[in-house]
């Protein structure tokens, strides 16, 4: 029976050994932050990978609790790294060889025999290519990113192909990748500076019109704030769920949209609306 995987390769502009170290001791400075790329994001304060074999994969939170993402199995510096995950039943298998001037890193995730499939997420090769411009401009203490408390929505027949035309016609960039043809991302996030611009299928839930763009804001307290909300009369479209990140929905006093997502320990609130 063929085993259920996912394969990415990407090739980085550092040797082997220098690509390892990046990969492990400084993946809090490569893996991009956003709502969706943590199991907690609300709470995530920084990734770690310890190091040697029964080192841990980590998110730790602001609390001081961490969350154990896998657990090293093989350890061997500028060659190869495997942990075994400790939130599914995968692996990963991550491998570096030289390639002309640089590295070539291959991440395979695999369902372990008789893991249960249905529950496996094979997202580390998905993130595998966000290696690829810390190592081009490989600085330990060059600034990550941060992002701002305030994100802006947008609903569109074709998200993936409207990110091409914003791109192509506006110079909008990505933290991540712009979608090539073909692919059909659930989440797409631009950006203009610290701000996401995240595009989204239309919503065809509202009545007589579609959701065609919503605002979202980040704030200290989402509890309290989804209180004040509802005792000012907003109408709650969604109470409070978590997929990853902590959030609500409402809409304002004419119908528009807004998300309000528990903010991270990383993210500060603009002063005033919001908090």
């Not at 400790?86 to 372990?112: I, K, M, N, P």
């Not at 499939?117 to 600085?139: M, N, Q, S």
């Not at 998300?259 to 500060?268: C, D, K, S």
Request: with cysteine; proline share 7%.
């Amino acid at each position: 029976m063929t085993r259920r995987s996912a394969t990415a390769s990407v090739v980085v502009e550092v040797d082997p050994a220098t690509a390892f170290r990046a990969f492990t001791e400084e993946i809090d400075r490569w893996w991009l932050p956003g709502p969706i790329n943590a199991f907690d994001s609300s709470r995530l304060l920084t990734m770690r990978i310890e190091p040697g074999v029964d080192g841990r994969v980590l998110e730790i939170y602001d609390n001081g609790d961490a969350l154990e993402l896998g657990r090293i199995t093989v350890w061997e510096p500028g060659a190869r790294l495997v942990f075994r995950s400790g939130v599914d039943d995968t692996e990963v298998d991550v491998r570096f060889a030289s390639d002309g001037d640089g590295t070539r890193v291959t991440v395979e995730q695999y369902v372990l025999p008789d893991g249960d499939a249905d529950t496996a997420g094979l997202f580390w090769p998905k993130i595998a290519h966000w290696l690829v411009p810390w190592c081009r401009a490989h600085d330990a203490a060059r600034p990550v990113h941060r992002l701002a408390p305030v994100s802006v929505g947008l609903h569109y027949e074709d998200p993936a192909a409207a990110a091409r035309w914003l791109a192509d016609a506006f110079g909008l960039r990505s933290w991540d990748r712009i979608p090539a043809e073909g692919d059909a991302p659930d989440w797409i996030e631009l950006h203009v500076g610290p701000v996401a611009i995240l595009l989204f299928p239309l919503d065809g839930k509202r009545s007589p019109e579609p959701v065609t763009h919503q605002t979202w804001v980040y704030v200290d307290d989402l509890d309290a704030h989804l209180k004040r909300a509802e005792a000012a009369g907003a109408t709650i479209v969604r109470g409070i769920g978590q997929d990853g990140y902590r959030a609500y929905t409402a809409e304002d006093l004419e119908g528009h949209r807004w998300t309000f997502a528990q903010a991270p320990p990383a993210m500060r609130p603009v002063d005033g609306a919001g908090r």
